[in-house]
């Protein structure tokens, strides 16, 4: 690694960054205000590539998203609970997903039961601890998921073994199974223990992680109409 002295040390001296950022070490180091004009470019690439990303993925997968939130509402219909779980930043987003779920701040929609297996911080240590890392989701839906239940589980790669060894003690427990991945889908598309697998097919993880927001806003919002769909048919009102 290359040491460099003065106030771009931190920056042209970290190979790391600079592979990251390489347009940042093309610009000499009194030319603040370029490197502004190429950062305030930099946040249009950014966000144009996160419009498209998910404007792909909805063109592409809409139908699929309509499938899985009709497949989860069947499950709160008939008082079924939903699971969530993810590591790092994906746990972040399987925490969300419970709590849009449990917590809805739309006038007049309903909470739903639902639980992020991540919350529990003894308890995945425990398990961590005492038989491993890739158990920490699978004891907790032993102990707590029945038949009828459904399981989110959110990951960039498609690939955390911990997530996948949950989605096969699912479906042996009969559980709805939704798998939201990224890049090829990883295990995730491939494995077959997921009933519904959300797939974003773009290489970077925060354009995964933006459209994977959007995804399941939309998918919060469509199991509730759907849900007020099914309410009226069982009362005779959808004849």
Same mark, same amino acid.
């Not at 779980?85 to 449990?102: L, P, Q, R, T």
């Not at 073994?161 to 989605?167: D, G, Q, V």
């Not at 993880?205 to 009226?232: K, N, P």
């Given at each position: ?6 106030? &771009? ?8 960054l600079a592979a990251l ?20 470019? %930099? ?14 993925f909805f063109h592409a ?15 709160? %219909? ?8 993810? &590591? ?26 639902? /639980? ?12 961590? $601890? ?28 498609? $690939?955390?073994? $911990? ?11 009969? /559980?709805?199974?939704?798998? /939201? ?11 077959? %223990? ?40 069982? &009362?005779? =009102? =959808?004849?």
């Amino acid at each position: 690694m290359t040491e460099t002295v003065g106030d &771009n040390a931190g920056i042209a001296g970290d190979d790391t960054l600079a592979a990251l950022y390489p347009w940042q070490h093309d610009l000499p180091p009194a030319d603040a205000a370029g490197l502004r004009r190429q950062l305030s470019a %930099a946040i249009q690439r950014k966000a144009a590539d996160s419009l498209l990303a998910k404007q792909h993925f909805f063109h592409a997968h809409g139908d699929a998203v309509l499938a899985a939130a009709d497949a989860l509402a069947r499950v709160f %219909a008939g008082g079924g609970r939903l699971f969530t779980m993810g &590591n790092g930043g994906s746990a972040c987003d399987a925490a969300h997903i419970a709590v849009e779920f449990s917590h809805p701040v739309t006038t007049g929609r309903p909470a739903l039961p639902a /639980l992020h297996l991540g919350a529990d911080s003894c308890m995945l240590t425990a398990v961590a $601890n005492d038989v491993g890392s890739e158990h920490i989701f699978v004891r907790q839906l032993i102990a707590q998921a029945r038949a009828g239940d459904a399981l989110i589980g959110v990951s960039t790669s498609g $690939n955390s073994a $911990n997530l996948m060894a949950a989605f096969a003690r699912a479906r042996e427990q009969g /559980l709805l199974t939704i798998g /939201l991945a990224g890049g090829d889908g990883g295990a995730m598309a491939q494995d077959g %223990a997921l009933d519904h697998c959300l797939t974003v097919a773009a290489d970077s993880v925060h354009r995964v992680q933006e459209t994977h927001v959007a995804i399941y806003h939309i998918l919060w919002d469509l199991v509730h109409s759907l849900l007020a769909s099914l309410g009226e048919q069982s &009362n005779g =009102g =959808g004849r």
